[in-house]
């Protein structure tokens, strides 16, 4: 079963940022999210500003199966990457008019 989990990837170093640049911003965001999908794991957002670490939303089975699809397109190297999983995700465009009790307890 898959869970949300959010992502804090903090690269390991200058040249690691450079590259992830390098092979990521001439992409478009539809590219991006096509190659970070697969059977057990899925990036659903991104956020991004200057600092040298960013943060992703993930739909995946596990921890393993986020570092598994950024280890296949080369990313997993040139970062380290703290998954947590969530317990509760709410979003303004799927609203139930449940309470956050009745969600938690939902779930």
Known sequence: MK???MCTHTFLSEEGQKAFEDASLNMTDREIFTMMKNEKAEM???????????FCHWYAEDE???????DKVGFN????????KMS????????????MAELVNSE
């Open 3 to 5: 869970e949300h989990y």
């Open 44 to 54: 659903l957002g991104h956020w991004r500003g200057d600092a040298d670490f960013f």
């Open 64 to 70: 393993d199966a986020i570092i598994d699809t950024l």
């Open 77 to 84: 190297s040139l970062m380290n990457t703290l998954p947590n």
């Open 88 to 99: 509760l995700f709410v979003s303004s465009d799927k609203l139930t008019d449940m309470t």
